[in-house]
């Protein structure tokens, strides 16, 4: 079998239509693609038959697509980004969704108060009565007021994080505590209207 | 907390993520960035400020932003990934090169299949037949569905069948498993659109006086459940591409 650790090599392999080169460089591929979807869902129920599932669409793709990979030096690694894709996407239908919402403790209901929401003129004020009083936990009151009123980055507040923690947190972390908490915000109708009147 | 006019931004930034409604195709947008987003993240550079939109979706969509950490945290740590303890052979069954015998009944099999498309327009429509069938290959496990062992009742991949079509995939599974019931998948791939942006091709599948109407997800296909296995070798599918 040729080297393929160069991805130039591979690249080629995988166009030499009808060779055994060709064989082994998708072999090959199925390897290192197989072992990143593995990563992704083996944790899941029925988890290596979708890396299956997911490797084998991804290499079917590839070789109908091989045309489309603009930078030979870098196949391997374009191949492991529509790998990633095909799982995200695989992930997203409709078989792989939870069929019961589990109720979330941490971002209960909130309603703000109708006083202040009547009586606020300041944009600046009702964002911080909203964090500040809202179903944000500590933590989640840092990273939203760290991006959006300190215009801190997701790294240094992981790295706060992290200290006050004592083990590591991640940006990625931070981003998905941000997200959940700034989703449980808006479910206070009220509140939104508010705001798209200081928008408009 | 003190603003000034940089914090004043930055609030209404806070006010439009949330008050901004978002639908599937700002996800896929997003989808569609996320590893550029990430290439910029692990190389120190100003990720949120070059990809704006990207930064903005994360923080008004939880499930993009679980899919973001997912990429981020697998590239991030490529070196430490789980490994499986065995990998599966490789299913290379569409880069086999036909021998002379195979070649022979492949002409057969490529008669049918010809016979089986009608075009009108821009619409694509496949009849299968008992005839089709019967000279069809038997499938093989090319696809596994999810969790069912057996392998599918039917796979037939039309290649170049239009000027617009670039190929056509019907594959048929048994759905539930050990049911009367059959699933079938309609895989579409155009010349002048790939994958994400295959979404919302329009596909109907006609069975006797029923018709049931699916549009192609960004992967181009489309999913019809619950066919009664009795019409497998009387339904068609039209694509209009």
Sequence with gaps: ???FSNSVTLYQACLADGTDSQIDAFEVLWSHLYRIAYAMLHARPNGEALANDCTQQTLIKLHRSLDQCRNPAVFREWAAQILRRTVLDELR???????VTLPDDDHAPWIADSEILTHTDDLAALLQYAVTHGPLSERSQRVVVGRYFADQTDEYLAQVESDLAGREVLPSHIQVTRAKNLAALRRDTALLERLRGFLD | MTTDHRGDEHLRRLAVVLTDAIDTA????CLDQIEFYIDHQLAGRDYRRLLPASAQHLDQCVRCAEDYAMVY????NEAAL?????IPAARLD???????????????QHSALRAALSTDGARLTVTLSPALLAALPAPTQAMALRSSAAPPLLTIAFEQPTAQIATLQLSAHRHPPASDLFLLRVQVELYDRAWPELAGIAVHLILGQEQRDAATDAWGEAVFSAIPQSCLADLSVTVEA
């Design chain 1, 1 to 3: 079998m040729s080297d």
């Design chain 2, 26 to 29: 700002d996800c896929q947008r």
């Design chain 2, 94 to 108: 569409f880069l086999r090169r036909p021998t002379q015998a195979q070649g022979a009944e492949r002409l057969d």
């Design chain 2, 73 to 76: 945290e697998l590239r991030r």
């Design chain 1, 93 to 99: 239908r409709p078989d792989h969704r939870l069929l």
């Design chain 2, 82 to 86: 789980p490994q499986p303890t065995t």
